[in-house]
C-alpha cells in the first residue's frame, strides 16, 4: 500500500506540469493535504482523485483531449493491422501504412496550425476534424484488413515494385486528405464555415447512397422482375443525384454563404463546397465499401458485382482474371487491384469531379442569375 | 424542458459546508471529510467556484511544523448571497449527497440548508 502511495504521489508531482499555470497550485494544495488523510487506501484514494482531476484539467484546458483521443485510436488500428504472417508483402506494406499514416496524421496539424493556426472554436469544425480523421483511420484499418487476406493482388502477386508504388500514391492520397481537412477545419480557413457544412453534409450523404446503391455496397442486389426493374432505375437516379449533388452544393454555397464576401470569393466558396462533398462521398464510400469487402471477401453476389461493375473498369483486375481455382475470385475481389486501387481512383476523382461540377453549375447559374451574383460583378470575375 | 439547477448537489455540499462558517477559513481535506466528497469531487468544484469568485482561497501565512503549509478557502460575499439563495431553493434531494455519504458534518449541513 505504502509503496502504491507513493507512486501515486510520485505521479502526482510529475504531472503537474500538464496543468495550465493557473491550476498548479490547486494540484499543490491537493498534494499538501494529502499528508492529512489517514494512511492506507483513503490517502491512495485522495491521490487518485487528484490524478483524475490533473487529466480533467489538462486535456479540457490544454487541448489535450484530441491528441489522447488520436493516440489511442491510432494505437488500436496499428494493433490491428500489425498482424499477419512476417513474411508476406502486404503485411510489411500494412505495417508501414499504419505506422506512416499515423505519424504523418499526428505532425500534419501543427504544420498547418503554423500557416493556418489552430482548430476554429466551433464545434462543427472539431466534430468534422475529429471525424475526418476517424474516417481515414477506418480507412488504412480496413484496406489493411482487405490486404491480409491470402493470395490478394497486388500484394501478394505482382512483386514488391508495383505494390509499393501503389503505396506511396496511397499515402499521398491521405496526406491530401488530412491536409483537407485541417485546412478547411482551421481558424484562418480559406472556406468559410458554412461551406464546410453544406459540402461534408451533402458528401456524407451522397456516400451513404452510392454505399447503399453500388455494386460493391450494401447487398442490395436484385435478379429478375420488377424488383431489379426499380433497382436499376435507382441505380440511374443514383447516377444523376452523384452528378448534382456537388453541383447543387456548390451553388448553395456561392448563394447562401456570406453575402458580404466579393464574387470571387463567393464562387470560390462554391468551388470548395464541390471539392468537400466530392472528397466526403469518397471517403464516405470508400470506407463503407472496402469495409464490406473486408468483412465479406467469400460473399458470392459480391463477387458477381465486382466481376460485372468493377472489373471491366479496373485493368489490373483484368490481368488477374485468368486466376482460377478454389480462391481464385477472393484474389479477384479482394485483391489491391480490385478494391484498394478502385477506391484509389474514386478517393482521387471525387474531390477533383466535386469541385469541376460546383464551379461549372456556379457559372451557369451565374449567367442566368441563380447564383446570387449579379451579371456585372460576374463579368468583373470574368474579366 | 427541465430547468437546470443552478448547482449540482455535490456543490450544494460544499456551498452549505462553507456556508455554516462563513467567516472561517477551511482547508480541502476538512471540507472533504465533513461533506464525505471525494478529493476528485471535491477541487473541481473548488476551482469552478473560485473561477466564479464565489470562493476566495489562500495559502496558511506561516510554515507550521511537521507538515506543509495548506491552501484554505472561504466564501467570498458574493459566494455567501448566491450560497444561501441557492440552498434556500434547492430541492431536499439536492442537499443529501452530505448527509447521506457520511460526512461528519452532514446533520449540521441539513440543519443549515433547511428554511
Known amino acids: ?44 484514494a485522495w491521490l487518485l482523485g487528484g490524478l483524475r482531476l490533473t487529466v480533467w484539467e489538462a486535456t479540457r484546458r490544454r487541448g489535450l483531449g484530441y491528441p489522447l483521443l488520436f493516440a489511442g485510436v491510432a494505437a488500436g488500428t496499428a494493433w490491428s493491422a500489425w498482424s499477419g504472417p512476417p513474411g508476406d508483402s502486404a503485411v510489411a506494406i500494412n505495417r508501414s501504412d499504419v505506422v506512416t ?87 484562418r480557413s480559406p472556406a468559410a464555415p458554412g461551406t464546410v457544412a453544406i459540402g461534408a453534409t451533402a458528401g456524407a450523404a451522397l456516400g451513404i447512397v452510392a454505399y447503399v446503391l453500388g455494386p460493391l455496397g450494401f447487398p442490395l442486389r436484385f435478379t429478375g422482375g420488377w424488383p431489379a426493374g426499380v433497382y436499376d432505375a435507382a441505380m440511374v437516379l443514383g447516377a444523376l443525384l452523384a452528378l448534382s449533388v456537388p453541383a447543387l452544393a456548390g451553388l448553395a454555397a456561392t448563394r447562401w454563404v456570406d453575402r458580404s464576401r466579393p464574387a470571387v470569393s463567393r464562387m470560390r466558396q462554391g468551388a470548395l463546397a464541390g471539392l468537400w462533398t466530392g472528397a466526403a462521398a469518397a471517403l464516405v464510400v470508400a470506407v463503407l465499401s472496402t469495409a464490406t469487402i473486408a468483412l465479406l471477401p467469400y460473399e458470392t453476389g459480391l463477387r458477381q458485382w465486382a466481376s460485372s461493375h468493377i472489373g471491366q473498369w479496373t485493368p489490373a483486375v483484368s490481368q488477374w482474371t485468368p486466376i482460377y481455382g478454389p480462391r481464385s475470385y477472393l484474389g479477384y475481389v479482394a485483391g489491391n487491384s480490385a478494391f484498394a486501387a478502385g477506391y484509389l481512383l474514386v478517393l482521387l476523382l471525387g474531390p477533383l469531379f466535386g469541385a469541376a461540377l460546383s464551379v461549372w453549375s456556379g457559372w451557369v447559374a451565374g449567367h442566368v442569375g441563380l447564383s446570387g451574383i449579379r451579371p456585372r460583378m460576374l463579368k468583373r470575375v470574368q474579366g | 424542458m427541465a430547468h437546470r439547477p443552478e448547482f449540482s448537489a455535490q456543490t450544494l455540499a460544499v456551498l452549505a459546508e462553507l456556508c455554516a462558517t462563513p467567516s472561517q477559513w477551511r482547508h480541502g481535506y476538512g471540507i472533504a471529510r465533513d461533506t464525505g466528497l471525494k ?28 507538515r506543509p503549509r495548506r491552501h484554505l478557502y472561504r466564501l467570498t460575499a458574493e ?36 428554511p
Not at chain 1, 496543468?19 to 483513503?42: C, K, N, Q, S, T
Not at chain 1, 487476406?149 to 503505396?167: C, I, K, L, M, S
Not at chain 2, 477541487?43 to 469552478?48: A, F, S
Not at chain 2, 434547492?90 to 440548508?113: H, K, W, Y
Open chain 1, 1 to 44: 500500500m505504502n509503496w502504491l502511495t507513493r507512486v501515486a504521489g510520485a505521479l502526482l508531482r510529475c504531472s503537474a506540469g500538464l496543468l495550465p499555470p493557473d491550476r498548479r497550485g490547486w494540484m499543490r494544495a491537493l498534494r499538501a493535504e494529502a499528508d492529512e488523510v489517514p494512511a492506507g487506501w483513503r490517502r491512495l
Open chain 1, 101 to 187: 499514416i499515423a505519424a504523418l496524421l499526428a505532425v500534419l496539424p501543427w504544420a498547418i496550425r503554423r500557416v493556418r493556426g489552430p482548430v476554429a472554436g466551433s464545434r462543427p469544425a472539431r466534430l468534422l476534424r475529429a471525424g475526418g480523421y476517424a474516417a481515414l483511420l477506418a480507412l488504412v484499418l480496413v484496406k489493411a484488413a482487405v490486404e491480409r487476406v491470402a493470395q490478394a493482388p497486388p500484394n501478394n502477386f505482382e512483386g514488391p515494385v508495383r505494390a509499393w508504388t501503389g503505396e506511396v500514391v496511397f499515402l499521398g492520397m491521405m496526406v491530401g486528405y488530412a491536409a483537407l481537412i485541417l485546412v478547411c477545419t482551421a481558424r
Open chain 2, 39 to 66: 478529493s476528485g469531487t471535491l477541487y473541481p468544484v473548488l476551482i469552478r467556484l473560485a473561477d466564479r469568485g464565489l470562493v476566495e482561497a489562500r495559502w496558511e501565512d506561516e510554515q507550521p511544523a511537521g
Open chain 2, 79 to 114: 459566494g455567501l448571497a448566491a450560497a444561501e439563495g441557492a440552498l434556500a431553493r434547492a430541492p431536499s434531494s439536492a442537499r443529501a449527497p452530505a448527509t447521506v455519504r457520511g460526512g461528519q458534518n452532514g446533520r449540521r449541513v441539513a440543519a443549515r440548508v433547511t
